[in-house]
């Protein structure tokens, strides 16, 4: 069984950094991509950033220049940088992954992990 942990988010000020985790365990294969979404109250779950296997990344619009995503294959692990955190930033955050493991290749989910950005 495969699962995604993610850790990090909390209360911050606008202005300040956050730094997300998410590991994946199980019985993984091959990681594939891994990134970031995120939902916010009233919204749609949109892309924040995402690595594929072979490094290349991308960021949304709203996040360029602050964020930055990055991973660890060798830990099973993706990780999200985040400065100058705005209000709008506030959401729930939840990391993704697809994933081969023993039998199929399919996408998970971690359990989201909550970003406040308030003064």
């Known amino acids: 069984q495969v699962q995604l942990v993610g850790s990090g988010g909390g209360l911050v000020q606008p202005g300040g950094s956050l730094r997300l985790s998410c590991a994946a365990s199980g019985s993984i294969l091959s990681l594939y991509a891994m990134g970031w979404y995120r939902q916010a109250p009233g919204k749609q779950r949109e892309l924040v950033a995402i690595s594929t296997s072979v490094g290349s990344t991308n960021h949304a619009d709203s996040v360029m220049g602050r964020f930055t995503i990055s991973r660890d294959n060798a830990k099973n692990t993706v990780y999200l940088q985040m400065n100058s955190l705005k209000p709008e930033d506030t959401a729930v955050y939840y990391c993704?992954?697809?994933?081969?493991?023993?039998?199929?290749?399919?996408?998970?989910w971690g359990q989201g992990t909550q970003v406040t950005v308030s003064s």
């Open positions: 993704y992954a697809r994933i081969r493991g023993l039998s199929n290749t399919n996408d998970y």
